[in-house]
């Protein structure tokens, strides 16, 4: 029986012999998310269904069809089935590259970090370390799998070898003393025993008579005389140390490649197959030989601690000592199957990065960082998966503001929420991160209502396409050939799209950005300051140059800017908030005739914008405006003074009535920089008839020209702070809305 595949795009189907073996992978090799047309010799013989509509039968042929990876990366084991039994006879394996050239290292990389930080939260003091776990090797081989693959990341690294090679080529040494015979005419030096020797040992030769010694009463010399020498020993405790390391190492990997051949799980089988090869490898190496077992472990010893190599090998032992205890639940959305997902590991790596940054910058509370394992019946389980949300807390204070923290991965924000409540919208959404501050000393429930909290999302996308046209600009043309695509169901700004979805839907979202692998950042602001905006910014699985650090920069600009209480996001937080406190009364509706609101008349908000209504005494009287176009209040205590709020200091119209009118129309408006005092004596000088107070408030006024208040009268005696009797000769303010209302049709 033969299969024959075939490629629809060129370069995207390899044969892989010589690298499959060095990373256990399948020989023939696709790319994710190309197509693939096969056909089986046999028409007696199928491909089984995998799920994901990765194999799509042909509906007439069954023994023709299409191969579709998708977004899969990883080996690939399709089971070969009896077209009339359905029996499975065998599994075909390929392997799916990721489009991504270097997402091997990437791979390894982001575990060991992984790894890393799991084992840094649980050397902590208040983690649950003190409980003794065994590893448990009869539970499922996807789970023993999970363990291994935390185990390889950390001693099948290059930096491992390289630490053992520096060992080996120049180790810790001692001087040790070795006893041996020497013949008695090569001593040089003689020790007490020496002496004893001398008058009592064994095998004695006769000395010649006129020997020297003769005088002294010694007539015969031993022939040979034990002699200590000094030699250069590796047999040191840091050594034994390393032995002992290499060793346990080395049993894990043999009892996982039993396991494995027991459960059938050939990829395990193959990768601690290799990585026994790797350590016995290390293991026979001379200097070994001549080491001893431990009799203990000298883990203070400061060779262990700062020489290059011994430390290397100390931590990862720390490190391996603790992770082969530890569960992983998100694993399995990444090793399921043989399958290596970039893409969710590159989520899981960059929560660490994250929580490394804001621990940098914030005061993150330390439960929260202890509580992110926690003890379970398997083992000590790490509390990050998909679709389940994590949270910690901090502050961050500047010492003239405090700020309260909290960083989210994987928060949904429901959907359907009105307002002032917190979440969307419209549909529910979950971004992979979210950072949220709001003013220390309030509620974040509270917060929420009333507009000072504000939310900014971070997504993870490994595999983003065509950053050079993310958030650029596009051409008629290309807007017309996106479309096309559109119809085909392609979408290249799904990622900015989604962008936009969390800063439009998600309520006090002030910016979300895109985080992934590469080395061009892009930061767009919404309006003048640092947010609302959109963007994305580099972060690159590297030991060396990962680029954190400007999102680090970029972070910090926004704390800055939540610092300025005098800046433009604040007064929008305060104007949504006082605006749509309340919601709009039913009568509240104006659709009478009013000057557009641009240029001069930009605010006129009909709400916003006060009328003064005032009275004139006699036609004198209103000459007198008329021709000075100023208009005087009363001020101090006087009966029928002026009050001043905030309404009346900003009114943009006067309304002027007398004695005997149901209605008016003489409606002017306020000019020049407002009210100013002005005393009796300079008012006489104006010809103003008979003053009778000492100061008055004065304002200019100019008639209005707009042509929708011409030959327009309003009822005044309806305005709610109309008071009758002798006090509606009082001034009082009110709106342009219920002044419209008014209004005499």
Not at 52 to 71: F, S, V
Not at 113 to 120: F, G, M, P, R
Not at 403 to 411: M, T, V
Not at 589 to 615: A, M, S
């Amino acid at each position: 029986m033969r299969i024959w595949i075939d490629a629809r795009k060129p370069d995207s189907l390899f044969d892989a012999e010589e690298n499959a073996i060095e990373n256990n992978e399948a020989r023939i090799q696709l790319v994710e998310g190309c197509y693939y047309d096969y056909q089986i010799s046999d028409s007696g013989f199928v491909l089984g269904d995998i799920g994901e509509n990765i194999i799509q039968q042909h509906k007439r042929t069954a023994n023709l069809g299409t191969i579709a990876p998708n977004i899969f990366v990883g080996t690939l084991p399709i089971p070969l089935l009896d077209r009339h039994t359905s029996e499975e006879l065998c599994k075909i394996e390929l392997e799916v590259q990721s489009v991504k050239s270097g997402y091997r290292n990437d791979y390894r990389d982001m575990l060991e970090l992984i790894t890393e930080k799991c084992t840094d939260l649980l050397l902590q003091a208040n983690s649950p370390v003190s409980q003794h776990f065994e590893i448990d090797y009869t539970k499922a081989s996807q789970t023993l799998y999970q363990k291994f693959a935390f185990i390889k990341s950390v001693i099948g690294t290059d930096e491992f070898a390289e630490a053992i090679h520096r060992i080996v080529t120049a180790p810790v040494t001692k001087w040790t003393e070795t006893t041996e015979e020497k013949d008695i005419r090569n001593a040089r030096r003689f020790s007490n025993a020496n002496i004893k020797e001398i008058l009592k040992g064994g095998r004695r030769t006769k000395l010649p008579e006129t020997h020297y010694l003769r005088s002294y009463g010694i007539d015969t010399l031993p022939e040979r005389i034990t002699t200590i020498r000094k030699t250069d020993s590796v047999d040191t405790p840091e050594n034994r140390f390393i032995k002992h390391a290499l060793e346990n190492f080395l049993k894990f990997c043999t009892d996982i490649n039993n396991k494995a051949k027991e459960f059938g799980h050939k990829k395990m089988e193959t990768e601690s197959g290799l990585m026994i090869r790797e350590l016995e490898s290390q293991l026979h190496h001379t200097v070994f030989k001549d080491i001893s077992r431990p009799t203990i472990l000298k883990l203070n010893s400061p060779v262990l601690q700062r020489k290059e190599g011994y430390r290397e090998v100390l931590r990862v032992w720390l490190m391996f000592d603790l992770a082969a205890k530890l569960i992983w639940k998100g694993g399995d959305d990444i090793y399921s199957g043989g399958k290596k997902d970039i893409a969710t590991l590159y989520e899981y790596w960059l929560f660490f990065k994250l929580l490394d940054l804001f621990q940098s910058i914030f005061e993150i509370e330390p439960k929260d960082i202890s509580d992110l394992i926690k003890e379970t019946p398997d083992g000590l389980n790490l509390q990050i998966k998909q679709g389940k949300f994590t949270a910690l807390r901090g502050i961050y204070d500047s010492g003239n503001r405090k700020l309260n923290i909290r960083f989210s991965y994987n928060r949904s924000f429901t959907g359907k929420k009105t307002y002032p409540n917190s979440g969307s919208w419209t549909t529910t959404l979950r971004p992979d991160y979210t950072l949220s501050f709001w003013p220390n000393g309030i509620s974040e429930a509270e917060s929420e209502k009333q507009e000072l909290i504000v939310h900014v999302h971070f997504d993870a996308k490994y595999k983003i396409a065509n950053l050079t046209d993310f958030l650029e600009q596009n051409t008629e043309n290309d807007l017309d050939e996106e479309k096309k695509e559109n119809r085909k169901g392609i979408y290249k700004n799904a990622d900015l799209l989604k962008m936009h979805a969390y800063k439009d839907a998600i309520r006090r979202t002030g910016g979300a950005y895109v985080l992934y692998p590469g080395d061009k950042s892009i930061n767009q602001k919404g309006f003048h300051e640092i947010i609302p905006g959109l963007g994305a910014f580099p972060v690159k699985p590297s030991k060396t140059d990962n680029g954190i650090g400007e999102l680090k920069a970029f972070i910090l600009e926004i704390i800055e800017h939540f610092i300025n209480r005098a800046s433009q996001r604040e007064k929008i937080a305060y104007r949504t908030f006082d605006i749509y406190k309340n919601p709009p009364e039913s009568n509240n509706v104006i659709k009478e005739q009013l000057p557009e609101p641009y240029n001069t008349n930009r605010d006129l908000l009909p709400d916003d914008t006060f009328v003064l209504v005032g009275y004139f005494k006699s036609d004198t009287h209103f000459d007198w405006i008329k021709s000075k176009k100023l208009y005087n209040f009363r001020m101090d205590n006087a009966k029928g003074a002026l009050t001043l709020t905030k309404e009346t200091i900003s009114s943009k119209y006067l309304l002027l009535h007398t004695s005997g009118n149901e209605s008016s129309g003489e409606l002017w408006e306020i000019i020049g920089k407002g009210f100013r005092v002005t005393s009796k004596e300079t008012l006489k000088r104006l010809n103003y008839p008979s003053p009778s107070q000492r100061n008055y408030l004065v304002v200019k006024i100019a008639k209005v020209e707009n042509l929708e208040f011409k030959n327009v009268k309003w009822d005044f005696r309806k305005l709610y702070n109309y008071s009758i009797g002798r006090a509606s000769a009082f001034p009082f303010t009110t709106s342009l809305t219920e002044l419209m209302k008014n209004k005499i049709r």
